[in-house]
């Protein structure tokens, strides 16, 4: 058994997470930045610095965000729906490649800046360019855009860059774990993409197979079920060296396409909220609010470039959806919160440290990710709570412009 | 009058229903089951929320806007709350129901769901207290009184989608 303390300081985690998820709540802001802001402040090298007692990354914690990460994956396929993504497939392909061009595009430029090699650009574009599904759809709700016309834009492009993600988890992976040079570069895509191909085989072929194993009349049984298969699955691809994210993913998507899936939708959506909170708050825990400083002019200079390059996709997304120079603004607007995939991109850049990337590199692209998304979920979620007068100082100036080009509808 | 449907990814469906010069009410049904009613003025225009409502007490307002209310024979949730958590209501034995053909004592309705049959409809005349011999039909309209979870357990006996699992 663990000592006492070891239980007690799991206790202050979970209770310092809720308190701050109330906070959160009550002002109105994505929990996110103040889940990462509690681990920070609780963990080594705050309070840890000016008191003997602080709360650290044990082992259990750091499986806890592991599982985090296992499940916000396993949702995300649990969610996709290929077949919805296929009926909408021109308008949702338009804007969701028009966003993946111009954001994970602009990324890659913001990265050979700031870096100056082909690896650690690749992981910025991809930090850079995925907003936050979770942020996104939970301020759509609270605002009550949702019944507006700039709800499926959005929600359609969150679908497009879930699936791209999915590839570019295996994809990234493969480049951290195979080596620096191009060949072997080549080599490891290689095997990524049969990964990807025995994970598609398992979606296709297991799911009959799932919906037998799923198929419990207690609530134990299934949790235990589906918890089992999935952290199985993750599990042995991590040992393998592939991305346990991926994994998670695929399983999900095979367990989406059985009837069982409102359930589980219903019955393990705690168990995700629950672990995804020991993720941010692990994030916190592991990140020395000293090194910001040294990234400071990266975030800076990121938050200043790709503000605007989510404002434009989004704004074009909406244009494609028909939708007027108002409402696409704020499609815009709501797009700019980045969140939980960019963090996990962060943790997948450590994974290549000392190997693929020198650790100055690997820790620098990590600090700057943790900072970027505590900045962007914060100025998301104002940018969409303010709209009303954003849009009222954009919208008049846009309308001039575009009147003399273009014809409306 | 037109309705639009479409999928909102990870939230649920929106339904969209012209109701008048250029009005529109737009109701968001939630995969949690919540459902939002919001009034729009115009096609572009921003949404007004008006209430919001949990699954059971919108198929309740639903009901009465469907005018089910006055028709009691109906077994369209047709209830009356007797006390707190205590219903009366009248279910129609369907074509297919497991429980049609048999008599009260082997339906084992009082076991099996925990409601009991207070009276059956038959023909436009009512046999007030059954006895255990009676035999259910197809056609009855049976007024039976129980909490509303025996209730929900006792409306798939009399339904013709029995044979479904949980």
């Given at each position: 058994m663990a000592s006492e303390v070891a239980l007690f300081e799991l206790g202050v985690l979970f209770a310092a997470a809720a308190l701050v998820g109330g906070i959160a709540s009550h002002l109105r802001q994505s929990v996110i930045p103040f889940y990462i802001a509690t681990g920070i402040l609780l963990g080594p090298f705050v309070i840890g610095r000016l008191t003997p007692y602080a709360l650290e990354a044990t082992e259990f914690v750091e499986l806890g965000a592991e599982l985090g990460i296992v499940f916000l994956l396993f949702f995300l396929g649990l969610e996709f729906n290929l077949n919805r993504l296929l009926a909408n497939r021109s308008r949702i392909g338009k804007a969701g490649t028009v966003d993946l061009v111009v954001n994970f595009g602009g990324g890659m430029v913001l990265g050979f800046v700031l870096f100056r090699a082909f690896l650690p650009a690749f992981l910025v574009a991809g930090i850079v360019y995925i907003s936050s599904s979770a942020i996104i759809t939970k301020s759509l709700i609270d605002l009550g855009?949702?019944?507006?016309?700039?709800a499926e834009p959005m929600l359609g492009t969150l679908v497009y860059e879930d699936l791209v993600i999915a590839v570019y988890l295996v994809v990234a992976s493969a480049l951290l774990l195979g080596g620096g040079d191009l060949g072997a570069a080549v080599q490891s895509i290689g095997v990524a993409l049969g990964v990807i191909l025995v994970l598609l085989a398992v979606v296709w072929f297991g799911t009959p197979f799932f919906q037998r194993v799923l198929d419990a009349d207690s609530h134990e049984f299934i949790v235990l079920r589906a918890v089992g298969i999935t952290v199985l699955a993750a599990g042995a691809a991590l040992a393998l060296g592939v991305s346990e994210a991926v994994a998670a993913f695929f399983i999900g998507m095979a367990f989406s396409s059985t009837e069982h899936i409102e359930q589980l939708e219903r019955l393990l959506e705690p168990i995700r909220d629950l672990f995804a909170a020991v993720f941010f708050v692990w994030i916190g825990l592991v990140t020395d609010p000293l090194v910001f400083a040294g990234v400071l002019t990266l975030i800076l200079v990121a938050v200043v470039v790709t503000v605007p390059t989510k404002l434009v996709s989004g704004y074009l997304g909406g244009r494609i959806y028909d939708l007027d120079i108002r409402q696409s603004t704020r499609v815009g607007l709501g797009m700019t919160t980045r969140g939980e995939f960019s963090l996990i991109i962060a943790t997948l850049a450590l994974s290549g440290s000392g190997t693929t990337l020198t650790e100055t590199v690997a820790q620098t692209i990590y600090a700057f990710a943790v900072g970027y998304v505590l900045v962007m979920s914060i100025v998301g979620t104002m940018l969409m709570q303010y709209s009303t007068p954003i849009e009222g100082a954009i919208v008049p100036r846009l309308s001039k412009v575009f009147s003399d080009s273009s014809v409306e509808n | 009058m037109t309705v639009y449907e479409s999928d909102l990814p990870g939230v649920g469906k929106k339904f969209e229903i012209e109701i008048g010069d250029e009005e529109r009410l737009v109701i968001v049904t939630h995969n949690t089951g919540k459902r939002e009613v919001f009034l729009k003025t115009s096609e572009g225009a921003d949404s007004e929320k008006l209430f919001e409502l949990p699954d059971r007490l919108a198929r309740t307002v639903g009901t009465i806007l469907e005018g089910a209310y006055f028709q009691p024979v109906q077994s369209e949730q047709v209830e009356t709350m007797l006390a707190e958590g205590t219903f009366l209501e009248w279910y129609n034995v369907e074509?297919?129901?497991?429980?049609?053909?048999?008599?009260l004592a082997d339906a084992r309705v009082r076991e099996r769901?925990?409601?009991?049959?207070a009276a059956i409809e038959r023909a436009g005349s009512v046999v007030p207290?059954?006895?255990?011999d009676t035999v259910i039909e197809v056609g009855d309209t049976l007024v039976v009184i129980g909490s509303q979870e025996d209730l929900n357990e006792f409306d798939v006996l009399v339904s013709n989608d029995a044979g479904t699992p949980e």
């Open positions: 855009w949702i019944a507006n016309d700039e | 074509d297919g129901s497991e429980i049609a053909g048999h008599t769901t925990g409601v009991s049959v207290s059954p006895q255990a």
